[in-house]
């Protein structure tokens, strides 16, 4: 950071009598964004911060700015940022031609098996955990579209290989949102749909699974799924009883697979880091610094 100097920048004057409108500015700083100079002011919000951003948004705009809102320690920085970001359309074609080769590669991994491929587990496979996917992310897309913040369709990755036969989707935001309420909004969108999905796709794959002794089906290794806490009750739930015990689990169906792999999914998009939910949600909740450390 340093001192700013209010005759180096263009519209400054104009820049300085919108924020004080809205700020009761204690102190102006410059930083280097870009190729350009971020101006920040830091004060006291004479209004609510929805409101203010409202007001200054389109203003800084039409000096060539993005409006930004920060929270820092005790005070509220307004930022005008050089430039304009400018929100490019998504190519719907791409999306669906990457939905297609999802579909079929999780309905090849779905329905292969040691004594052959069926067609029927396959699809049943891949419209289980396409729908809990495609629900993660349709969270993410119509909160932001809501919320008026521009955001890409949703991508999937296919990837033919066990044991999802996806690598997941993903949809990016293209320009930053107004401030952490729609950050957060944004980010806890996602998980809460899938989950919305998942937990009724676990528990009908259950209900089509059987409880079996452990041991190697048809020479083949035995893999046993992780436990959590959520996935352990809802198989209570179903069978009455704590799974694994007396040397039993659940042979799981591949809808029950999927549910399985739903949750998964969520919990991995939860971890507190870096562009994950998680990472999302933490920023929006405790601020940069907190982020950053954790």
Not at 91 to 117: D, E, K, Q
């Amino acid at each position: 950071m340093q001192t700013f100097d209010p005759l180096t920048q263009p519209h400054t004057h104009e820049l300085y009598a919108l924020v004080a409108s809205v700020l009761e500015i204690g102190e102006l700083e410059q930083q280097p964004m870009g190729k350009g100079v971020a101006l920040r002011w830091r004060g006291r919000l004479k209004q609510d911060a929805d409101a203010a951003y409202a007001y200054l948004a389109p203003r800084f705009r039409a000096l060539g700015y993005t409006a930004l809102l920060q929270q820092d320690d005790n005070a509220v920085v307004v930022v005008a940022a050089p430039g304009i970001v400018m929100a490019n359309g998504s190519r719907l074609w791409v999306a669906l031609l990457l939905f297609a080769l999802t579909v079929a590669s999780t309905v090849f991994i779905g329905g292969a098996s040691a004594t052959g491929f069926n067609l029927g587990l396959g699809l049943a496979f891949s419209a289980a955990l396409l729908s809990i996917l495609l629900a993660h992310e349709l969270g993410h897309y119509l909160v932001a579209r809501r919320l008026g913040v521009a955001v890409s369709y949703p991508f999937f990755i296919p990837m033919p290989l066990p044991p999802m036969g996806t690598m997941g989707a993903f949809i990016a935001m293209k320009e930053p949102p107004p401030n952490r309420q729609a950050l957060l909004a944004i980010a806890v969108a996602g998980p809460l749909a899938g989950l919305v999905v998942a937990i009724p796709v676990l528990v009908v794959g259950l209900l089509l699974s059987e409880v079996t002794p452990l041991v190697a089906v048809s020479g083949q290794p035995l893999i046993l799924e992780g436990n959590s806490l959520l996935y352990a009750t809802v198989k209570f739930l179903v069978f009455g009883r704590w799974l694994p015990g007396g040397g039993e689990d659940v042979l799981l169906h591949p809808v029950a697979f999927a549910g399985w792999a739903g949750l998964l999914v969520t919990g991995l998009n939860l971890i507190p880091a870096g562009q994950l939910d998680g990472g999302h949600i933490l920023f929006a909740l405790a601020g940069p610094r907190v982020a950053q450390i954790v």
